[in-house]
């Protein structure tokens, strides 16, 4: 689709603008948001409870699927696609708006074939540290974790975040 075509060039001049824009460290919220492909969720859906293991309150980790992912039940898991974007950049969506409004002081991006999606959403949280899986074609990453079992990025993820907010 044309449309598709050009929210994807405009996704990826955004995403180099708010790259610049960025501020390492900026935020010292507790908040996390995971920001998954729907071709990654299959593999990396577990991430979705990895707030019990980061030592965080459930409603301080937010759930951000990019694509569509059929059957699932859970209703705190937002799914957006580029549907959900408008021409000029801007969120249709009101609950991705309403919660990129939140301060994030953590966001873990585990993207695939909806990569440009999934960095812009994670740039837009604005959040202060972001980490996730390889490879970051547009090395927005603070963190890239070289791992593609996921049992084993997530332990990654949970020593790292520790590391992060120097907890033991």
């Known amino acids: 689709m044309i449309t598709n075509k050009i929210k994807s060039v405009q996704l990826k001049k955004a995403i180099e603008k708010l790259k ?5 460290g900026a935020n010292i919220s507790n908040r996390v ?13 577990s991430l979705q ?4 293991s980061l030592g965080l ?9 990019c694509g569509n992912v059929r ?8 799914q957006i696609s580029l549907k959900d974007l408008s ?4 969120f249709k ?12 002081g953590s966001a873990i ?3 695939g074939e909806e990569t440009l999606l999934s960095n812009y959403v994670a740039l837009r949280s604005g959040a202060a540290f972001l980490m996730g899986k390889s490879p970051d074609p547009f090395s927005i990453l603070d963190l890239e974790i070289f791992e593609n079992d996921p049992s084993l990025l997530e332990a990654e993820l949970i020593r790292y975040y520790k590391i992060l907010k120097h907890k033991k």
């Not at 409870?49 to 019990?52: A, P, R, V």
């Open 71 to 78: 059957d699932i039940d859970d209703k705190d898991l937002l």
């Open 57 to 65: 309150h459930e409603n301080a980790y937010d759930v951000v699927i």
């Open 49 to 52: 409870n990895l707030w019990k």
């Open 87 to 90: 021409l000029d950049g801007e």
């Open 109 to 111: 991006v585990i993207s």
């Open 93 to 104: 969506n009101k609950d991705l708006s309403a919660l990129l409004e939140n301060e994030f």
């Open 33 to 45: 948001l995971l920001v998954v492909s729907e071709d990654n969720f299959e593999n990396y859906g």
């Open 20 to 24: 610049q824009k960025r501020q390492f």
